[in-house]
């Protein structure tokens, strides 16, 4: 007993002292302006990682993520120090799977195979690739998400309360990075003008930061069933949740503002389990609204022109009017990069351009009576909306198992929710069924999945409904033989 305390207590001094110097490290990182001082975390990690309890390491990982900065240099870019954590855990993969290969059951998962079906569908689309360099590179990526947050998630995950670990990790630096830029937002008025600003660097944009915080909003709901009204835990996490909101509210961020605004109707989806009823109707106003725009090129009546979109830097209530009107830049530039999506889609139908292609190749295929001012692209965005990326970079094949994916964890995570009597289940469904519905209203007008902290969150998520769905089969087994015993 006394060196099983002792060892805990060796863990938590050791946790500690990786925190220091991870914090330690952003701070020098900052004060002398050179970023890739935030890889040495990583670096002395990687050093003792064959030597500790990688538990540890992967907890840091999920620290690192929110306040994890983008980083640019000689053609190369990196999250820091996430990342590099990542790849960490990436190549540590087949050491722990040999080592510990019976806890790795869950690999048998439907879900996870689908996950790989996909990633071997996007090797063989790459070597159809018009740029394999990127493509390739794009693999490598998505290969180091999926492992250390699907993977040593679902390694880490043994009962429904270790997700707490997971949140609180998540949920601390996140919190911080509110506070931190509605304090520098404060400074600018909480202007509309200036929104895109304060959440540097942590967040490349307002849309990434509202987004993130909005998907992590249901797990904040489901965290204050863990502790009681009254207690010092449940006050904060209620604060925490007033933060988030404020922070959502001066993002300006319109899909953010409808997803949390959604937030209610969805719980009562998921509890009526109305969920495939819900996907049939969404999916059959996105096929008739495609069907109606194509309908004898329809949508050619709706061209836009450089003069009839506005931007209204200063005043929001202008520019949602001119969302209304469909008469705002950023509005309209999605339907400019939509049609040439479309065009690459007719090109391309089987096998795509290849993973990571859209934004080089669009322009070629794009429509001039729908050029706005910011066709340009500098900052080099893609679709804004994931699932025609997917469409365009992937096929068809691609696009529809990216769909199933989807559907089938919503689906699965709701068919846990009404069929679990287990109190720790239940809120972790619910939490997450919200948290993939805020994400699917997101992806259709953005592309989020491929950065660090959506990432993270999509595949932890994924993770922890494979997880749940493990354990509410074990809860049912273990009512069907206690059935029978009587």
Known sequence: MKSEIGKI??????????????????????????????????????TFILFINYRLIYYLLILSVPVSIHYSFTGFSIDLPSEPLMLCFTLLFPVVFLLNHKQFNFLKHPVILLILVQLIWMIFCSFFSVAPALSIKYLFAKAWFIIPFVFFTC???QKPTDFKNIFWLFHLPLIIVCLYTLLRHSMLGFSFETANKPMNPFFHNHVLYSSTIAMFIPFVLAARNWYAKNSAQRFFINISLLIYIIAIAFSYT??????????IPVYFIMRLNMTKLALTVIGVMIAGSIIYFNYQNKYLEYAITYKSVVFHKGNIEKHLQATYEMKDVSGMERVYRWLAAQNMIKENPVVGTGPNTFYPEYKKYSINAFYTYVSDNPEKSTTHNYFLMIFCEQGFIGFVLFTILFIVLLIKVTNIYTASKNNEIKPLAMASGLSLFILLLHLMLNDLIETDKIGSLFFITTALIIKLDMWSKKEKESDHDILQVR
Do not use: M, Q
């Open 9 to 46: 207590d060796f863990n938590k001094k050791l946790f500690l002292a990786f925190a220091i110097i991870l914090l330690l490290s952003i701070g020098t990182a900052f004060y002398k302006d050179k970023l890739f001082i935030l890889a040495l975390p990583a670096i002395i990690l990687f």
């Open 155 to 157: 390694y880490f995950l």
């Open 254 to 263: 319109r899909a953010s503002w409808l997803a949390v605004g959604l937030i």
